[in-house]
C-alpha cells in the first residue's frame, strides 16, 4: 500500500499551493549588498520602532498582498525564531501563541534577529554534503527566522531578554530591556496569517548560510555568556556538542557567511 506515500504527496502539493514568494523583494543584507548603519531613514512608515539592517540573512520575500505599502504603512519589523520542524507549519497556519509564559500569554517576538538567532529560538542545522553541493554552494549551517510586521498597537508588552544575558550586550542596536515584544491575540490562540485583520504578518523568511557552526560567528559571542545548553531541539538546537564548539572557539576557527 502506498497510502501514506499519496497522503504526504497532498499535503507537499498544499504548501505549495499555499506559500507564495515574491521574489523580485528578495535581499541580501549586508556590505556591499542591502546594507546601513543605524535606524533605516527611507521615509518609509514603520511604525514606532526603527528597522536595523539584518546584516548577514538573505531575505526571501512571501507574497501577501498586492498592496505592501498601503496594508503595513506605520506596521513595525520584527523576527520570530523557529525551529525547523515547526517553521513551515507556521507559515501554513500561523503563529500559535506561547505556552512559556515569562511576560504573558500571547506571541513572542522581537525587533532584533540577533536576539532571535539564537539556537534556544532559532535551530541550527547542519547541511548533509550531498546537498550542500545541490542547493547551498559550500555553506555548512543553515538558521531561519520568520521576518513579520506587527501593527504597534497590538504589542502588548515590550519585556527583558529572558535568556540569562543582562551582563552582556545582545545587539548594540536595541536594548536588552526592550529586546522581547509579545503580541496580544483576541479569543482564539492561533494568529491565521491569511486573515486579512491579523495584528501580526509572516512577510519573510530569513536564512544565514555559513561555512562553519555560526556559534563562531562575532554577532554570537553573547551566547556564552547567555544561557546555552546541549539538549537539542528542546531547548538549544546547536547541532553540534556544545563542548566541540567550546574547543572550536577557543582555537579561533573562524566562520564566514555564504551569500548563495
Ligand atoms: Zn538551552
Request: proline share 3%.
Amino acid at each position: 500500500m502506498f497510502l501514506g506515500d499519496i497522503v504526504s504527496f497532498k499535503k507537499q502539493q498544499k504548501f505549495r499551493d499555499e506559500i507564495s514568494l515574491h521574489p523580485q523583494w528578495n535581499r541580501i543584507y549586508d556590505e556591499g549588498h542591502s546594507y546601513w548603519n543605524g535606524a533605516l531613514q527611507d521615509n518609509r512608515d514603520r511604525g514606532n520602532h526603527a528597522y536595523f539592517c539584518p546584516i548577514g540573512w538573505k531575505r526571501h520575500s512571501l507574497h501577501v498582498t498586492d498592496n505592501f505599502d498601503g496594508k503595513f504603512k506605520g506596521w513595525c519589523v520584527c523576527y520570530h525564531g523557529t525551529k525547523f520542524a515547526y517553521g513551515l507549519s507556521i507559515l501554513l497556519s500561523g503563529l500559535k501563541s506561547a505556552n512559556a509564559i515569562e511576560h504573558g500569554s500571547g506571541i513572542y517576538v522581537s525587533p532584533s534577529i540577533i536576539y532571535v538567532a539564537h539556537p534556544r529560538y532559532s535551530e541550527i542545522k547542519r547541511i548533509e554534503s550531498s546537498d550542500q553541493e545541490k542547493f547551498f554552494k559550500k555553506g555548512q549551517y543553515i538558521q531561519f527566522v520568520l521576518q513579520c510586521r506587527v501593527h504597534p498597537d497590538s504589542i502588548k508588552t515590550i519585556a527583558h531578554e529572558t535568556l540569562d544575558a543582562s551582563k552582556t550586550t545582545i545587539d548594540s542596536n536595541i536594548n536588552n530591556d526592550v529586546i522581547e515584544w509579545v503580541i496580544g491575540i483576541k479569543n482564539n490562540d492561533i494568529i491565521d496569517f491569511n486573515d486579512p485583520n491579523a495584528p501580526i504578518v509572516c512577510t519573510g523568511l530569513m536564512i544565514r548560510v555559513t561555512d562553519n557552526h555560526p556559534g563562531l560567528l562575532a554577532e554570537s559571542q553573547w551566547w556564552y555568556e547567555s544561557h546555552l545548553c546541549n539538549r537539542g531541539t528542546d531547548c538549544c538546537a546547536l547541532g553540534i556538542d556544545l563542548e566541540e564548539l567550546k574547543k572550536q572557539k577557543e582555537e579561533n576557527k573562524e566562520c564566514n557567511i555564504i551569500h548563495a
